[in-house]
């Protein structure tokens, strides 16, 4: 039905920078929100940023100043900038959005995660 795929992880330096892409594909009517969330070895998947339909965008306080979260809403495609990324950035980030079907079903779609890994 709905897919969303990012990319854009790997392996970085403290203080370096790196740029995930997530893209949707299927039958998808329109987006709501969409959201970075990361989950770090042994912790609890958490929020990183939101971007809403009504262009509101929302960071975690780890964040803030760093990430920039963006949308291409005409091609269902989700970023996030990260500058000056710290060691404990580290994690696996996936992609999730809140999706309405070409069938007017509401989905909650969740990507398969890209693997961020920074080092001192």
């Known amino acids: 039905q709905v897919q969303l795929v990012e990319s854009g992880g790997g392996l970085v330096q403290v203080g370096g920078s790196l740029r995930l892409s997530c893209a949707g594909s299927g039958s998808i009517f329109t987006i709501n929100d969409m959201d970075w969330y990361r989950q770090a070895p042994g912790k609890q998947r958490e929020l990183v940023a939101r971007?809403?339909?009504?262009?509101?965008?929302n960071y975690a306080e780890s964040v803030k100043g760093r990430f920039t979260i963006s949308r291409d809403s005409a091609k269902s495609t989700l970023y996030l900038q990260m500058n000056s990324l710290k060691p404990e950035d580290t994690a696996v980030y996936y992609c999730?959005?809140?999706?309405?079907?070409?069938?007017?079903?509401?989905?909650?779609?969740w990507g398969q995660g890209t693997l961020v890994t920074v080092s001192s």
């Open positions: 971007s809403t339909n009504g262009g509101s965008k």
């Open positions: 999730h959005a809140t999706v309405r079907t070409g069938t007017l079903e509401l989905l909650e779609v």
